[in-house]
């Protein structure tokens, strides 16, 4: 049986961590325990039953409670999908539009591409000084491939 978590945004690995080492020293019947990065606040576990879930969130902080209704497999699917990497369709040149932090709006040219850490060195391009300025993959979009330039 699969059960949600309620936990607080941004301490989902914390609890995780923290949940996991209850489970394996008290031995309880949970089988697998996961984080979906489009669920934040969330934790999802399988489980024996509703008893287990309970027991394991006991006394770990940040879990605010379980969710009444039970998961069906079919509903997360879509979340266990393998998720296509933003960098698959960048490349080194390109021009890329930065979607969220102090630059947002802003265009900038693509330097270096680190695909372990899902990481790219960029040069905004409406700089007065040109700096190379490191981000996280999730907050670009292409502008324009390098061919186009």
Excluded: C, W
């Excluded at 989902?12 to 996961?34: G, Q, T, W, Y």
């Excluded at 969710?67 to 933003?86: F, G, H, R």
């Excluded at 700089?127 to 670009?140: D, G, L, Y």
Aim: glycine share 4%; net charge neutral.
């Amino acid at each position: 049986m699969i059960f949600v978590y309620k936990v607080t945004a941004g301490q989902e690995r914390v609890v995780i961590d923290m949940l996991s080492k209850k489970v394996h020293k008290e031995n309880l019947p949970i089988f697998a325990i996961a984080h979906f990065e489009d669920l934040r606040g969330y934790i999802i576990a399988e489980a024996e039953s509703e008893v287990a879930i309970r027991q394991a969130g006991l006394r770990i902080p940040h879990i605010k409670g379980v969710l009444a209704k039970q998961m069906d497999i079919s509903e997360i699917d879509n979340l266990v999908q393998a998720v296509k990497p933003a960098l698959a369709n960048i490349s080194k040149g390109d021009i890329v539009e930065l979607t969220s932090g102090p630059f947002k709006g802003e265009k900038a040219r693509v330097l270096k591409m680190d695909e372990n850490k899902e990481e790219l060195t960029v040069e905004l391009t409406d700089a007065a000084v040109p700096i190379p300025v490191t981000i996280k993959s999730s907050i670009i979009k292409l502008y324009k491939k390098a061919e186009e330039n």
